[in-house]
């Protein structure tokens, strides 16, 4: 079937036919004059006294016409698309860790009732996707996959929403037969992981929408070695603050207090909050409580040589100071901005789990598990800049009190989403993009044959003109 | 005799430049050499012995062969002509007509002319030049100098048609200046007014006082019907006013009456001992000399 991107153009070239018509009919030319010393023997023809006008020569004047059309038809960017089928649906299904439980019922019954007609029959193509995609085939798009699939639960890893953008458009060119794709995406979207994908997902041209159909997000606990104990208390260390962390601490639910580095630990608690350098016996404390079960959360400041080797972080510790260090995110709910200084050189450790990322996707803070329990470095001044006065503070310290527990949802793979993606993925975003808003080259593009026609019509006529000028004169 | 594939056809002789060496291209072509004369006499060239009659002129007795032979022979020479001849040619307006990519009628008449001249002054005749038309005069009395060929070719050359005018005082006044018998060449497109009539009057004039005429007709293809023109106005350039709405091409009349036209004029011509060829601008000017001079030859 014949498709045009902008059909005026057609249109146009189709009227613009008629101006060589009627300028060939409109002009009208008194009959060849022309001497002939044996006119004596010529006897008359009344035809050729009057001032009519004849074609007098059709194949230039079609040559012209069809130039024209050529050319209207050429910028109204035709392409042919095999077969319409109507509207064709392409389902990309989110099994990753976060649809586990309720969460993955909710969207295979999305999925069912987007892909199966009533007659049990496919309807579209699905593509599942967690860490990587993967294109189920069209026959095996029945009800009986869903109910396996039901029973096989969601994936143990997390979903890369770049694998599945990624997948859009080569699984588009197979319903490039339909008049439209409606792309609909069954996610919790809980996790980052857009951005890569969104590049490829832009260039990608299928005629059709793209919806996206939220499940809700159900908390799940998971039943890791490492869970810490649920932290009731939460110890505050500092030599000359510590008061609004703790604070904070309290106010996420933790129960507060403050001590010295400097002097050995009299209390116990179920999280340790690390602001200035402790001595070496405090350091040597404070490590062996985290190895029994407690978090031990490490700034910069308080990185001295005896925590050095057990944090989540090796290489330098240069810190760059300006009044704005920038934004911390710990996962699409949750940004704590104002932060004044930041750590700008090391790098994470093995092992090591991104807790919070900077807005330009390097790690602002890390976990990794010490013995029973788990030692966290943050690469910023917790009670310097605004980070203070953020009303996600207290949620931010409690998140990183609980950075090496799994049911929390982590912080984007270290990689800043762009706007676009954070509307998409906080739901204010719209949930349908229109197939005009992308690049929309369906079908097999026949513009630039009929631009080589255009201009093989040209020649022609540019041939056959010189040619008749020459007779002529 | 050249194939008339060999010939030059007379566009591309136009590309030669001056007529002197159109004509000696297409004398080149004719390869028949110079007009001998049909008698023989007295002349330069030795052409047989025959035994001797009572008349002849003891002068040419061949003495030596007597000796040998012991009987009279007398010696025959090729003589050269020395003809007085007459190239007359049309000027009139309608001869400066031609076709797209073709040569006038005028100039196809200065390029036959011409090689006529070369051949006739070769062949020692004496060749005068006379126009008709509008500037009808006579231009170049009969010589057989040296350096005569070039003053023809010359006249030839800024020949320019214009004008009407009648065949017939032509030939008439060339008969007036003729001191002796002579040979009148007449090249034009006979288009007349009185239809011929009095052209073929003077022609047969001249032949019945002895003198060779000879007509040589000039038409385009298109005049004589071959290719006739598309739909249009037609005039005739001697009388530019009159026009005719016609479409030649589509008329089947039109070559019919062209050709009644002029083999009314052969005929008439024929009957008075004129040879008449006619020629086309289409032809090369070889190919008509060499039909002229079988003509002559007979079968």
């Known amino acids: ?473 | 005799m050249s194939a008339a594939s060999d010939f030059l056809p007379p566009r591309m002789l136009e590309r030669l430049g001056g007529l002197d060496l159109i004509a000696r291209t297409i004398v080149s072509g004719f390869q028949t050499g110079v007009h001998r004369s049909p008698h023989r006499g007295a002349g330069e060239d030795f052409a047989k012995h025959r035994d001797y009659q009572q008349g002849d002129d003891v002068r040419y007795l061949d003495w030596k062969l007597y000796a040998r032979t012991d009987r009279l022979h007398v010696r025959e020479f090729e003589e050269r002509s020395n003809l007085q001849c007459w190239l007359v040619v049309d000027t009139s307006a309608s001869m400066d007509y031609a076709e797209p990519e073709g040569v006038t009628k005028a100039r196809y008449a200065a390029f036959l002319a011409a090689a006529l001249a070369h051949l006739m002054l070769r062949s020692g005749d004496a060749v005068g030049l006379a126009t008709s038309g509008g500037d009808a005069k006579l231009l170049l009395p009969p010589r057989s100098r040296r350096g005569h060929l070039h003053d023809l070719l010359l006249h030839l050359e800024r020949m320019q048609p214009a004008g009407t005018g009648a065949m017939a005082g032509a030939l008439d006044r060339v008969g007036g200046a003729m001191t002796r018998r002579g040979r009148v060449v007449l090249i034009s497109d006979l288009l007349e007014d009185d239809g011929g009539d009095a052209l073929v009057t003077s022609a047969g004039r001249l032949r019945a006082r002895g003198d060779e005429v000879i007509v040589m007709r000039v038409l385009t293809p298109a005049e004589s019907g071959e290719r006739a023109p598309g739909a249009g106005l037609f005039f005739d350039p001697e009388k530019p006013g009159q026009e005719t709405a016609a479409t030649p091409d589509a008329d089947a009349g039109y070559q019919r009456r062209v050709t009644a036209y002029y083999d009314g004029i052969a005929d008439r011509l024929r009957e008075r001992g004129v040879e008449y060829v006619p020629l086309t601008t289409a032809q090369p000017v070889e190919e008509a000399l060499v039909a002229w001079a079988n003509l002559r030859r007979g079968p």
């Open chain 1, 1 to 473: 079937m014949l498709t045009l991107g902008i059909p005026a153009f057609l249109l146009a070239g189709a009227l613009a036919m008629g101006v060589p018509l009627a300028l060939h009919l409109i002009r009208r030319r008194p009959p060849l004059r022309a001497p002939l010393p044996t006119a004596r023997f010529l006897t008359e023809d009344p035809r050729n006294a009057v001032r009519v006008s004849r074609p007098t020569d059709l194949r230039l004047l079609v040559l012209r016409m069809l130039l024209l059309l050529l050319l209207g038809l050429a910028l109204a960017r035709p392409a042919w698309v095999p077969a319409p089928e109507g509207t064709s649906t392409l389902v990309l299904l989110d099994r990753g860790s976060a649809m586990r439980g309720d969460g993955w019922r909710a969207a295979l019954g999305e999925a069912r009732r987007s892909l199966l007609g009533a007659d049990g029959e496919a309807r579209g193509e699905l593509v599942m996707f967690d860490t990587a995609a993967e294109r189920v085939p069209r026959n095996r798009i029945t009800p009986a996959l869903f109910d396996s699939l039901l029973l096989a639960g969601a994936s143990d890893h997390p979903a890369d929403y770049a694998a599945a953008l990624r997948a859009i458009p080569a699984s588009a060119r197979e319903l490039r037969g339909a008049d439209s794709v409606r792309v609909r995406m069954i996610s919790a979207l809980a996790d980052g992981g857009w951005t890569p994908g969104l590049a490829p997902l832009r260039r990608a041209a299928w005629p059709g929408t793209l919806d996206l159909a939220r499940v809700p997000l159900v908390p799940i606990v998971h039943d890791s070695g490492y869970a810490p104990r649920p932290p009731l208390t939460a110890l505050t260390l500092s030599a000359r603050g510590g008061g609004f962390a703790s604070a904070a601490l309290g106010a996420a639910g933790l129960e507060g207090g403050r001590a010295d580095p400097g002097a050995p630990l009299a209390t116990d608690a179920a999280v340790y909050l690390l602001m200035d350098a402790p001595s070496a016996a405090t350091a040597a404390q404070l490590l062996e409580r985290a190895r029994a079960g407690a978090t031990l959360i490490v700034t910069p400041a308080a990185a001295t040589d005896a925590i050095r080797a057990a944090l989540p972080w090796t290489g330098g510790f240069a810190v760059a100071r300006n009044s704005a260090g920038g934004a911390m995110w710990f996962g699409p709910e949750l940004e704590l901005a104002g932060a004044a200084g930041r750590v700008e050189a090391g790098r994470p450790a093995d092992g090591a789990r991104v807790a919070a990322a900077w807005e330009d996707g390097r790690p602002a803070a890390l976990a990794k598990p010490l013995g029973s329990g788990c030692i966290v470095f943050v690469g910023a001044e917790l009670e310097g800049g605004e980070l203070p006065y953020q009303a996600e503070y207290p949620a931010a310290l409690a998140r990183l009190a609980r950075a090496c527990a799994s049911t929390v949802p982590l912080a984007l793979d270290a990689r800043p989403l762009d706007p676009g993606a954070l509307a998409l993925l906080r739901g204010r975003g719209p949930a349908s993009v229109p197939a005009s808003a992308l690049a929309s080259e369906a079908g097999i593009g026949l513009g630039r044959w009929v631009l080589g026609a255009a201009i093989l019509i040209a020649l022609v006529e540019t041939w056959l003109a010189y040619r008749r000028r020459r007779v002529v004169g």
